[in-house]
């Protein structure tokens, strides 16, 4: 048992450190901050959505600590999920750590060890600073050099999930939702569950999420967890989303992954527009992006994807020609800065014989794949070419609207 319990502690301070690498070669770059707050500079890891550096679309933003541990398969859940419909493309800002043990704590406190004697932490407690050091120094810089849409989540793992708790209950407005992976809230006696139950009091509304999950820990670490989802069982409020899940299959290190999936998931639940959605049609599918809207409190437009698809089912399938036109219409209006919407405009435009048109948009996507580097620039082009070609024969053309 002691020999358990020192492995245990030990993958608390520096487990989610081990498999640190070089994770900042991927789209989106690195961010050196001087911070005031903190007297040190701190090291950003940031992962960009696919295409960002050829668009103009705005992001949610994930914030997560432990940041070169965790941003590779963090940001390719978020990209698999996304690129499911299951949730919006996200910015990942990943914190890498200096002293995580003085960032994290909220309190300085020691943690019972065997044979009686506590495991000391001489540099805990400095959980407040650092939040302030993301909300005044991190947070506007990210704002500034990034296109950020007003939705943040906070993501932790161990003592970075007690700090997302500790977030969620002492500056709430900071963060719109919350993922705290195994938190370590038997810290200092369990005063994050109770600030958090002080927190959640006489409360009747909040506009909150939180989703947090424990590994096979045992000991005060489950205890915290039980008490904490018992704290929150009671609560019935008006907007406040929350879950939790046991992983007892899997282990302090591994139950990261997970726990991020479903917490995305659980986050955006609903998000993807169900088959009776589709089915009634652009109309229904763009109601539904405005409820989201109204529930997120950001503008959501329907992914390009989605839309596209719908579009070559009026098309192809419900052979509702104009209606199909309509919703190429608008996904170009959504997405100018995409060759694919051209591209699939002016297959409509050909496949109804308004071959102008077909050639004017089949040029436009070409035009655009070649200043983004498009993998199907060749398609563009050939299909321009075929169109311009049967105008040269006699092609009818259409008159221009």
Request: proline share 5%; net charge positive.
């Amino acid at each position: 048992m002691k020999r358990l319990f020192a492995f245990a502690l030990f993958s608390l301070v520096v487990a989610p450190c081990l498999t640190a690498g070089a994770q900042d070669k991927q789209p989106g770059g690195r961010l050196a901050i001087k911070s005031e707050v903190m007297g040190e500079e701190r090291v950003i890891l940031v992962r960009t959505p696919p295409g960002y550096e050829t668009g103009d679309q705005r992001y949610p933003v994930l914030y997560m600590t432990d940041g070169a541990a965790q941003l590779g398969h963090t940001a390719s859940t978020i990209e698999f999920l996304s690129r499911n419909g299951r949730m919006p493309e996200m910015i990942v800002v990943a914190i890498t750590n200096t002293d995580r043990t003085r960032d994290l704590t909220p309190t300085k406190a020691a943690m019972p060890g065997p044979g009686g004697k506590d495991a000391q932490f001489p540099t805990s407690g400095g959980a407040d600073k650092f939040l302030k050091f993301i909300e005044t120094e991190l947070i506007p810089q990210v704002e500034k050099t990034y296109r950020t849409q007003p939705y943040r989540i906070f993501a932790g793992h161990s003592f970075g999930g007690l700090l997302a708790v500790h977030a969620f209950a002492t500056k709430n407005d900071l963060f719109n939702a919350y993922i705290a992976v195994s938190p370590s809230l038997q810290w200092d006696k369990e005063g994050t569950v109770n600030k958090t139950a002080d927190f959640l009091k006489d409360r009747k509304d909040l506009k909150s999420a939180l989703y947090f999950t424990m590994g096979n820990e045992g000991g005060g670490m489950l205890s915290a967890f039980n008490k904490t989802k018992e704290l929150l069982t009671k609560q019935q409020l008006n907007g406040f989303t929350w879950d939790s899940a046991l992983m007892d299959d899997e282990d302090h290190g591994t139950v990261v992954l997970r726990s991020h999936y479903m917490g995305l998931k659980k986050i955006f639940d609903g998000w993807q527009p169900g088959p009776k959605i589709v089915v009634g049609g652009a109309d229904a599918v763009e109601e539904h992006f405005k409820k989201l809207s109204a529930k997120f409190n950001y503008t959501i437009v329907p992914p390009e994807q989605m839309m596209n698809q719908l579009g070559y089912q009026l098309l192809l399938g419900a052979k509702k020609s104009d209606e199909a036109l309509a919703v190429f219409v608008s996904n170009v209006k959504r997405y100018p800065n995409s060759a694919n919407v051209y591209d699939s405009l002016a297959e409509a435009y050909e496949k109804t014989g308004k071959l102008d048109l077909a050639k004017t948009n089949y040029e436009r996507a070409a035009q655009l794949g070649a200043k983004n580097s498009d993998p199907n620039l060749q398609l563009y082009r050939t299909n321009f070419e075929r169109v311009s070609e049967a105008l040269k024969k006699g092609g009818k053309a259409s008159e221009k609207n």
